[in-house]
């Protein structure tokens, strides 16, 4: 069976991608440098006596020679590069911090890969690409015009990503992601850093008395209800199309891009009033103002992974919201 390098296989998607590849039978190495997670879940996948799971602490900005040891071991088939930071908010603070890690770590992942001659790289991009797009949902051909650090440090990857994998030297696939909630079963739930945290994290925390109320930024947005609309995915369903675009190297040359969404928009009141009545929980909801680097709507338009992955996602809202909260649930 394949064997495949998890990048941030600590975090909230890598770690679920992990359990998920270990129960299809890929043997899977993990790396992390625990910037944004603990080893919750990491000790999780170890104890569940998977024989094909290994990991390894490596901070992919500073361990180099640790990285080359990895691929010097293992004959790796595909690299899954979830690592980096991924706050807008955080990135608007700080920059730099999101420029060194997000490029470095990919850069370094590359060079790596080119000199062992390790081609295939599926990479985690964003809907943050898209920034400000009059045109919804928004396709794979809009223009990208990122209105955060962040999503300019997931264009940037892109680029360089295409431009490697244009000469014939690497072949990627990037999933721009949209907007992950819930939880996969079973698996230990992450802990990021407070200015990492995005709505879902902070409905949690509400609910759980971490906070005594949770903040909306802006209700004065075009949109159905003036607040923020975005494409809310299931974890699982973005899970799954990580393994058919896996399926889909074997026909790939060069780089493509595929938005993995549900192709519905749904404004963060919407969800919230979900979250409340299927979990038939009430928490006290804030107005504030609108915040640098949101956009008021965001959606995809998924035809493309529809047609060539041959993936679409199958949860709902409701789903979603049970889901979130079920690992909290006494
Ligand atoms: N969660 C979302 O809403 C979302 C949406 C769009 C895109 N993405 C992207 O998907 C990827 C995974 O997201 P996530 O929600 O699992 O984030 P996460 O923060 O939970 O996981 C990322 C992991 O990468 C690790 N990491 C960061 N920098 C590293 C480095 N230099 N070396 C080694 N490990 C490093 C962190 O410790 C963390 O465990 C990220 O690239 C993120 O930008 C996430």
Wanted: aromatic share 10%; proline share 2%; glycine share 6%.
């Amino acid at each position: 069976m394949s064997r495949i390098l998890v990048t941030g296989a600590a975090g909230y998607i890598g770690s679920a991608f992990c359990k998920e590849g270990l129960e299809r039978g890929f043997n899977i190495i993990g790396i992390d440098n625990f910037s944004n997670s603990s080893d919750q879940s990491i000790n999780f996948l170890m104890e569940s006596k998977q024989h094909n799971f290994t990991f390894s602490e490596v901070d992919l900005c500073k361990d180099l020679e640790s990285l080359r040891e990895i691929f010097v071991n293992n004959d790796i088939n595909y690299v899954v590069h979830f690592a980096g930071f991924k706050s807008v908010i955080e990135s608007q603070m700080h920059p730099k911090m999101y420029w060194d890690n997000n490029l470095e770590s990919t850069k370094n992942l590359t060079r790596i890969m080119l000199e062992y001659g390790v081609k295939n790289i599926l990479f985690s991009s964003s809907a943050s690409v898209y920034g400000k797009s009059n045109n919804q949902p928004v396709s794979e051909a809009c223009k990208l015009k990122p209105m955060s650090v962040y999503g300019a440090t997931k264009e940037a990857n892109e680029k360089f990503l295409e431009d490697l994998s244009t000469k014939g030297n690497l072949k990627t696939i990037s999933l721009r992601y949209f907007n992950p909630v819930g939880n996969i079963q079973m698996m230990p739930v992450n802990s990021p850093r407070q200015d990492s945290k995005n709505l879902m994290d902070n409905i949690i925390d509400v609910c759980i008395g971490e906070t005594k109320e949770l903040n909306i930024f802006g209700d004065d947005y075009k949109t159905s209800d003036g607040t923020a609309e975005r494409d809310f995915i299931h974890i699982q369903d973005l899970i799954d199309a990580h393994f058919e675009s896996l399926k889909y190297f074997e026909q790939l040359n060069g780089y493509e891009v595929f938005n993995i969404g549900t192709g519905n928009s749904v404004s963060v009141k919407n969800i919230i009033k979900t979250f409340k009545e299927v979990n038939s929980i009430e928490f006290v909801v804030k107005i504030s103002d609108r915040r640098e680097g949101d956009v008021p709507i965001c959606y995809a338009d998924n035809s493309k992974a529809k047609n060539i992955l041959k993936w679409e996602a199958k949860k709902d809202l409701r789903e979603m919201c049970l889901d979130a909260w079920r690992p909290y649930k006494k």
